[in-house]
Structure formats: C-alpha cells, structure tokens
C-alpha cells in the first residue's frame, strides 16, 4: 500500500468526480482550533452547541417547563469550553441542505466505534453538537487524524511531501439496508473479490442472488468506477439498492488498514488462491457471503462500547450486579471508617 492510493481514497479526492453516483454530501474544511479540539483529552461540548441544540429541542418539544440543574462540579478542574461560531454555522446550514440529518465522517473515516455514546446508537446526525461528541469519543477519526498513512510501505515521518487537509464529511442520512450492502476488492485493475459488507449476519436473499448480485457489481465497476478512479489497487463499497440500481458509498485502501470481511489479505494479495464464483466464464470476482444461519460471527464493533456490567447497573437488567455492587460499597465505608476510628484519639468520658 502506497501513500498516494491512501491519498487517492480520502473524500475529498473522489467525491467531484462520483458525485453522480454517490450520497450527496458536503465536505467542510476543517479549522485548526477544530483540529486541535479533536486532539484534546476529554470531551468538552462548545456552550453555543449545547445551548442552540437545547434551544431546538425545547422549541419543538415542551412547553415552558423549565429544568434547572447545576452542572456545576466542584471537584476536579473545570475544562475550557471550545468555540468555533463559523464552522458550527456552515455545519448547521450543511445539515439543513441534506434535509436534518447526516452521516459525518472526516477524510477517510466516520465515528462507527463510537455509536454506543449516541442516542439512537447510529452515526444519525441533527445538529452539530451530535457530530463533536461522535468524533471525540471515535478512536477511528483519532487515527485519520495521527496516522493516515499507517502500514504504507513508502511512509517514513520525515517526509515532508505530503500534507492532509482535512475536512468533515457531512451526508444525508439514508436508510441503507445492511443486507444490501458489498465491499469490493480491484488489484491490478481488476475485479477481484466481492464480500457481503455485513459479514456477522446471515441474509437469505444474498445467497439467492449471488449471480444477479455479481454481474450487476461487475457491470458498476467496468462501467462506472474503474475508468475515473487513479489507482490500480483499492477497494470500494457499494450498496444495490435494486436490481440494476447502485450507489458507490465509499472508496478504500488496498490493504490491511481496510477490512478484509470474508476474505483474508493474503488470499487478496494472492490472487491465485481465491476460489472462482463460477458465474461467469472468466475466473473473477469471486464472491462470498454467509452461506448459512449458523455462519453468523461476533458483529465486529461487539468491542467498542460502555462495560457490560454498567449498562445493566444503568438500566437495572440486573438487580443482583446492583446488590454487589452496594454490598461493596458499605463494606468499603466500613473499612474507611474503622481506619479512621484507630487513627482518632480516645477521649476519655467522664
Ligand atoms: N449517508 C449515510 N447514511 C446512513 N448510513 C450510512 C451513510 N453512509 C454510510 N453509511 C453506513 O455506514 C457504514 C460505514 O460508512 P463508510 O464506509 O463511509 O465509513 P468508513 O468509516 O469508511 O467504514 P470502513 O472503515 O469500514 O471503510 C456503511 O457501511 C453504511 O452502512
Ligand atoms: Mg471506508
């Protein structure tokens, strides 16, 4: 994997060229003090989201009741609040031209390791306040921003060559049906291997239409990708909204930084090795789904998340976690405080 077929795959590189046959979708150049905010420890919200976000919700939910909580805390220091009144502007009005709602992402990444901290758990975005918490609680846009160009094999830290402008990705939201979706795999400019995109999940139709699914990918990939896109080796994601119909949703980098779903790198970089579809007279792509219901795995994000144990204390699934918990926790003051008592000295009573 080379830096420039790293660089070819950023948003911004690809996005004028496909736009005709992608989401639509604005891309926002980031300002350095946003950069820096992502950088940052600690998730600290700018008072303008908050309040306008709070604002909204109040217009078009309640009826004068007001709340009243002091968010003050007095133990620990107090982070400085963000500020970036023009960015948050422009966000605001990109949310409103994708209709209310969008899938952010920054060059190369979007926040997916991070939905657990969301309300609805998806990467659904209403308004800018939305987008900051994803991005900040995201390792995936953490590692956009360091290391864009891990496991390149022409990357060293001393070149000074290459520069990254980064930009937030904002694209209307859409209900995408996972079982529609496919990641593809080109080497050498040609059609390698095609996997279902959602490979922890067992979907009956794909199985059913794996010859009208290829032909229809084949035929998208001569036809619409391969002639605009600059490289020979890379992978691309597309989702079939109906037969004949689809949607480019996302380039990526030939290699391992990418998810190999149902293939492994080596059989990708060894092409021989990989089984035909039988299709087709020629011998690729070759083409894998989960063939069977007991095929399913661990969806891949099962890791990223709050401790098991929280959310059943959270949500009292579990009233015995609880009890431990509890039981811990005055065995613990008991302790402390006959520490306590061997420290004080007795005075005698009279
Ligand atoms: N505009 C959108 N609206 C709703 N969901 C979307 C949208 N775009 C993408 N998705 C969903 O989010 C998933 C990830 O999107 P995308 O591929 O752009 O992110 P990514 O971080 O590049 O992922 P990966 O690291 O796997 O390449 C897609 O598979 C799709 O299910
Ligand atoms: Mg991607």
Not at 67 to 84: L, M, N, Q, R, T
Not at 145 to 151: E, N, S, V
Not at 155 to 170: N, W
């Amino acid at each position: 994997m080379k830096v420039d077929e790293v660089l070819q795959c950023s948003f911004p590189s690809w996005y004028n060229k496909f736009k005709d046959i992608t989401i639509k979708s604005y891309m926002i150049p980031l300002p350095q003090e946003f950069i820096d905010y992502l950088h940052a420890d600690g998730i600290v919200l700018p008072a303008e989201s908050i309040t306008a976000s709070a604002q909204e919700s109040n217009d078009d939910n309640m009826e004068g009741e007001e709340i009243d909580v002091d968010w003050d805390d007095d133990d620990g220091p107090i982070a400085e609040e963000p500020s970036f009144p023009e960015f948050e502007t422009t966000i605001k009005n990109k949310i409103k031209s994708c209709g209310g709602k969008v899938f952010p992402k920054l060059n190369w990444s979007s926040p997916q390791d991070a939905t657990w901290i969301s309300f609805d758990k998806t990467l659904k975005c209403t308004c800018p306040s939305d987008i900051y918490l994803l991005l900040k609680s995201s390792e995936f846009i953490t590692h956009d921003l360091t290391q864009p160009f891990y496991k390149c094999e022409d990357y060293d830290e001393d070149r000074s060559d290459i520069t990254v402008k980064y930009h937030l990705i904002l694209r209307q939201w859409q209900d995408l049906n996972p079982a529609a979706e496919f990641r593809c795999y080109v080497r050498n400019n040609q059609l390698l291997a095609i996997s279902q995109r959602h490979h922890s999940i067992y979907y009956e139709h794909i199985v059913d239409q794996r010859e009208d699914i290829v032909a229809d990918i084949k035929s998208f990939f001569y036809h619409m990708v391969s002639p605009k896109f600059p490289c020979t080796n890379y992978s691309f994601d597309v989702y079939r909204r109906d037969k004949g119909k689809l949607l480019l949703i996302d380039f990526n980098p030939f290699g391992s930084v990418t998810d190999s779903l149902m293939f492994t790198w080596k059989e990708l970089e060894e092409a021989e090795s990989l089984e035909s579809t039988g299709t087709d007279s020629a011998d690729f792509p070759a083409f894998r789904c989960v063939a069977r219901p007991e095929g399913v795995q661990p969806s891949p994000y099962a890791t990223c998340g709050v401790p098991r144990d929280i959310i059943d204390l959270a949500t009292g699934q579990d009233p015995y976690k609880l009890m431990d918990l509890l039981k811990l926790k005055v065995q613990n003051q008991n302790e402390e405080s006959s520490d306590d008592d061997e420290d004080t000295i007795a005075t005698p009573t009279t």
